[in-house]
C-alpha cells in the first residue's frame, strides 16, 4: 500500500512539474514573440522619426523666415513705407504656412497593443509621451496659422496686387507664392497683421526646433532599447 502510495505521490508531482514547464515555455514563448512584434515596431517608429525630423527642421526655417520678414515689414512699416526692393518678398512671407507631415501609426500601434510597459527604459515611454502630445499641439497652431493666412490675410492683400502665384525671380522661403504689389496697403491693418505674423512664428519656429532636437534623442534611446 505503502509503494503505491509512494508511486501515486510521485506520478502526481511529476504531472504537475510538467504542467508547469508546459505553462512556463508557453509564457515564455508568447513573452518573447510580444517583445519581438515590439522590437519590429520601436525598429519602424525609428526609421519613420527620421523623416519626423527632416520636416520639423524645414518648418522650422520657415517659420524662422516668416518672422525676420515679418520684422522687416514692420520695419518698413514704420519708416513710413519707403523704397525697399525686397518688400513683396517680405510682405509675401506673412502668408507662410506649415504641415506637419509625421507618422503617428507606429506609437498608436504600441499604446493600443498594451505593449507599452515591455520598453525597459522608463523614459523612453515618458519622451515618446511627450514628443506625441507637442506634436498634435503643434499641428493644431498650424491649422490657426492655415486659417488666419488663407481666410484673413491673403484676401485683404489682394486688393493690393494683382498676381500671387509662385515666380521663379521672386522666391519666398523655398518655392511659397509671392503678391505682387499694385498699390501699397493700409499701414495699421498690415502692421497688424505683421506684429501677429512675428509672434506666433517665432514661437511655432522655437517649437519645431525643439521637436527635431526631440526625434535625435529619442531615436538614439530607441537604439539603446533594442540592444538590450
Given amino acids: 500500500?505503502?509503494?503505491?502510495?509512494?508511486?501515486?505521490?510521485?506520478?502526481?508531482?511529476?504531472?504537475f512539474?510538467?504542467?508547469?514547464?508546459?505553462?512556463?515555455?508557453d509564457e515564455y514563448q508568447k513573452s518573447k514573440e510580444a517583445r519581438q512584434l515590439n522590437n519590429q515596431i520601436l525598429r519602424r517608429l525609428h526609421d519613420n522619426l527620421e523623416a519626423d525630423s527632416t520636416d520639423a527642421v524645414?518648418?522650422?526655417?520657415?517659420h524662422h523666415f516668416a518672422k525676420r520678414g515679418s520684422e522687416k515689414v514692420l520695419e518698413w512699416c514704420n519708416n513710413g513705407q519707403k523704397g525697399q526692393d525686397?518688400?513683396?518678398?517680405?510682405?509675401s512671407s506673412l502668408a507662410i504656412t506649415t504641415f506637419f507631415v509625421n507618422n503617428v501609426e507606429e506609437y498608436n500601434a504600441?499604446?493600443?497593443s498594451g505593449r507599452m510597459e515591455l520598453i525597459k527604459n522608463e523614459e523612453l515611454v515618458k519622451k515618446?509621451?511627450?514628443?506625441?502630445?507637442?506634436?498634435?499641439?503643434?499641428?493644431?497652431?498650424d491649422e490657426r496659422i492655415a486659417d488666419?493666412?488663407?481666410?484673413?490675410?491673403i484676401p485683404f492683400m489682394m486688393d493690393y496686387a494683382d498676381f500671387y502665384g509662385y515666380k521663379k525671380s521672386r522666391t519666398v522661403y523655398?518655392?511659397?507664392?509671392?503678391?505682387e504689389l499694385i498699390d501699397l496697403p493700409p499701414v495699421s491693418k498690415l502692421k497688424m497683421f505683421a506684429s501677429n505674423k512675428k509672434s506666433i512664428s517665432e514661437r511655432t519656429s522655437k517649437r519645431y526646433l525643439k521637436l527635431a532636437e526631440d526625434v535625435t534623442e529619442i531615436r538614439k534611446m530607441i537604439r539603446n532599447e533594442l540592444k538590450n
Fill in 1 to 15: 500500500m505503502k509503494n503505491i502510495l509512494a508511486k501515486g505521490g510521485v506520478e502526481f508531482v511529476a504531472v
Fill in 17 to 25: 512539474l510538467g504542467i508547469g514547464l508546459s505553462l512556463w515555455v
Fill in 58 to 62: 524645414w518648418n522650422h526655417e520657415a
Fill in 86 to 91: 525686397s518688400i513683396d518678398i517680405f510682405i
Fill in 110 to 112: 504600441l499604446k493600443s
Fill in 128 to 141: 515618446l509621451h511627450k514628443y506625441y502630445t507637442l506634436v498634435n499641439f503643434v499641428k493644431t497652431i
Fill in 148 to 153: 488666419a493666412s488663407f481666410n484673413r490675410f
Fill in 174 to 179: 523655398d518655392g511659397y507664392s509671392t503678391f
